[in-house]
């Protein structure tokens, strides 16, 4: 995590709280370094925006190394909904591989 990039980003939050673009970038700052601080913006992100997609990929990943494999779950079978509904093929494939991969995983 840069920390000028983290400022930037903060301060894009800050003008615009409702741009889900902004929130998700701070997730995204913070996913490596500080997961749990990533999760709780995510968790913003499919409350107050739904249908904002690129969220479920990197929520669901997080809820999976968190073994809340209910949570990721549920949060795959979502996200592959709204991505389908809203007609975004690529993001579509790429949470159905996930979620193929997730349940290979919890076997």
């Not at 902004?22 to 107050?48: C, F, H, R």
């Given at each position: 995590?840069?920390?000028?990039?983290?400022?930037?980003?903060?301060?894009?939050?800050?003008?615009?709280?409702?741009?889900?673009?902004?929130?998700?970038?701070?997730?995204?700052?913070?996913?490596?370094?500080?997961?749990?601080?990533?999760?709780?913006?995510?968790e913003q992100?499919?409350?107050?925006?739904?249908?904002?997609?690129?969220?479920?990929?990197h929520a669901?990943t997080l809820?999976?190394?968190?073994?809340?494999?209910?949570?990721?779950?549920?949060?795959?079978?979502?996200?592959?909904?709204?991505?389908?509904?809203?007609?975004?093929?690529?993001?579509?494939?790429?949470?159905?591989?996930?979620?193929?991969?997730?349940?290979?995983?919890?076997?």
């Amino acid at each position: 995590m840069q920390a000028e990039r983290l400022k930037i980003l903060l301060q894009y939050l800050a003008e615009e709280p409702n741009e889900p673009f902004n929130i998700y970038g701070v997730a995204m700052e913070y996913i490596n370094s500080d997961p749990d601080k990533a999760l709780a913006y995510l968790e913003q992100l499919l409350t107050e925006h739904p249908d904002y997609v690129p969220t479920y990929y990197h929520a669901a990943t997080l809820y999976f190394e968190k073994e809340q494999f209910e949570k990721a779950e549920e949060v795959y079978k979502l996200g592959i909904e709204i991505a389908h509904q809203k007609q975004n093929i690529k993001a579509y494939d790429e949470l159905k591989r996930a979620y193929r991969m997730f349940l290979d995983e919890i076997e």
